[in-house]
Structure formats: structure tokens, C-alpha cells
């Protein structure tokens, strides 16, 4: 039987005169990647990581993101905090931004990767879980969004000999989050969500 596979990389249709052998890779003619029928087993690596990003996502927002050094004076301060100053400031637009970006969007993310995960054997909630999948691909570009925030947050702050400003533990478990959230939605088959009752392949 004749089947017709889709690069995930170039976009190229090829045709298959029989399906490959099981553990078999085919690689496209244009542009040489491998190709898969499948992502192979998209759910269980989904939800690793979006466990890890899970369990990193405390960290990232309980623990200090930067320590600043001001005239011998040393202040942490974490995501919380910052986002508490700028409201105090009067910067309502930038706090919304970064409470956006940096705590509610990765939550939303994370959690919807794992309802997905879930209840992917679950039948009957194969719309709903298109809904999700569609959350999660108009809220996945705010990723570098956050990261951006924070990198400009910390240049305003960077006042050279007056202040320094040295990373902090939740700096690194925040960018893990963005890296394993980023992974996990990259790993996931989208396919999987109306495959309710049947075998991963």
C-alpha cells in the first residue's frame, strides 16, 4: 500500500511503495532529515519534560532571579517581587507584561501538556483537547518573550560602577523551564490528541 510521509523540516511530500521496517529510518531526499511517521513515543517524552518543567517551576519563581550590589548594600529579588515593584511605580503595562509572560503563560503551558498527556487514552474528549493544543500553539511564542523581559530588566538595572547585578538560583531554573517547555511542545505529536483508545505508535 502506498503511503505519502511529510517532512517535518522542508515541508517535501515523498511516497512510500510499502511502509519501512520497525526500527527503520527514512530520510528525505531534499534536504536529508529523518523522517517519521510518527514522533517516536511523543507521549511518554512530553511528559518527562513537562514534569521537569513542572517541578522547576517553583524554584524559578520563589527563588531570587538576581542579586543587585548598590553603594556596599546586597538585595535578592525574585520574579514576585520585581513584578510587585513595577505595579508600586506605576508600571502597570510592564508588571502585566511580565506576569504574562514569566508565571502565567509557562503555567498554562505546562499544565495544559500534561492534561494532554493524560487523557490521551481518554475517549470522548478529543475536541477539548484540541482546544487545549491550540492554547498552547497561540501562547508558545511568548516564550523568548519572557526571556527577552528579563534580559532587558536586568541591562535597566546593569548601572555599571554604582550597581551590579549578579544572577540568581531562579534565573537558571527559570531558563530550564523555558528550554524543557519549549522541548516537551516540540516532542509532542499533535496526531495523538484523536487517537483515543488506540497504541501509541
Same mark, same amino acid.
Given at each position: 500500500?502506498?503511503?505519502?510521509? /511529510?517532512?517535518? +523540516?522542508?515541508?517535501?511530500?515523498?511516497?512510500?511503495?510499502?511502509?519501512?521496517?520497525?526500527?527503520?529510518?527514512?530520510?528525505?531526499?531534499?534536504?536529508?532529515?529523518?523522517?517519521?511517521?510518527?514522533?517516536?513515543?511523543?507521549?511518554?517524552?512530553? #511528559?518527562?519534560?513537562?514534569?521537569?518543567?513542572?517541578?522547576?517551576?517553583?524554584?524559578?519563581?520563589?527563588?531570587?532571579?538576581? +542579586? +543587585?550590589?548598590?553603594?556596599?548594600?546586597?538585595?535578592?529579588?525574585?520574579?514576585?517581587?520585581?513584578?510587585?515593584?513595577?505595579?508600586?511605580?506605576?508600571?502597570?503595562?510592564?508588571?502585566?507584561?511580565?506576569?504574562? /509572560?514569566?508565571?502565567?503563560?509557562?503555567? #498554562?503551558?505546562? *499544565?495544559?501538556?500534561?492534561?494532554?498527556?493524560?487523557?490521551?487514552?481518554?475517549?470522548?474528549?478529543?475536541?477539548?483537547? /484540541?482546544?487545549?493544543?491550540?492554547?498552547?500553539?497561540?501562547?508558545?511564542?511568548?516564550?523568548?518573550?519572557?526571556?527577552?523581559?528579563?534580559?532587558? *530588566?536586568?541591562?535597566?538595572?546593569?548601572?555599571?560602577?554604582?550597581?551590579?547585578?549578579?544572577?540568581?538560583?531562579?534565573?537558571?531554573?527559570?531558563? %530550564?523551564?523555558?528550554?524543557? /517547555?519549549?522541548? %516537551?511542545?516540540? +516532542?509532542?505529536?499533535?496526531?495523538?490528541?484523536?487517537?483515543?483508545?488506540?497504541?501509541?505508535?
Amino acid at each position: 500500500m502506498e503511503r505519502i510521509l /511529510t517532512c517535518q +523540516t522542508c515541508g517535501l511530500l515523498q511516497r512510500l511503495e510499502e511502509p519501512p521496517p520497525v526500527g527503520a529510518s527514512v530520510s528525505c531526499v531534499r534536504c536529508g532529515f529523518v523522517v517519521h511517521r510518527r514522533k517516536p513515543d511523543s507521549r511518554s517524552r512530553t #511528559l518527562a519534560l513537562a514534569l521537569g518543567a513542572l517541578v522547576l517551576y517553583f524554584p524559578a519563581n520563589l527563588f531570587p532571579i538576581v +542579586t +543587585t550590589e548598590y553603594w556596599g548594600m546586597q538585595e535578592k529579588t525574585t520574579i514576585f517581587q520585581g513584578i510587585s515593584g513595577l505595579f508600586k511605580q506605576g508600571n502597570y503595562f510592564v508588571g502585566s507584561l511580565v506576569f504574562t /509572560t514569566s508565571i502565567l503563560t509557562p503555567a #498554562l503551558k505546562i *499544565l495544559g501538556l500534561l492534561f494532554l498527556c493524560i487523557t490521551l487514552k481518554w475517549p470522548h474528549w478529543q475536541k477539548f483537547r /484540541t482546544w487545549v493544543y491550540k492554547i498552547i500553539q497561540v501562547i508558545d511564542p511568548w516564550n523568548m518573550l519572557e526571556v527577552t523581559l528579563l534580559a532587558i *530588566l536586568v541591562a535597566v538595572a546593569e548601572l555599571g560602577e554604582v550597581a551590579t547585578v549578579h544572577p540568581g538560583a531562579g534565573v537558571f531554573s527559570f531558563a %530550564a523551564v523555558v528550554v524543557l /517547555t519549549i522541548s %516537551a511542545t516540540v +516532542t509532542f505529536d499533535p496526531r495523538l490528541v484523536w487517537d483515543a483508545g488506540r497504541e501509541e505508535p
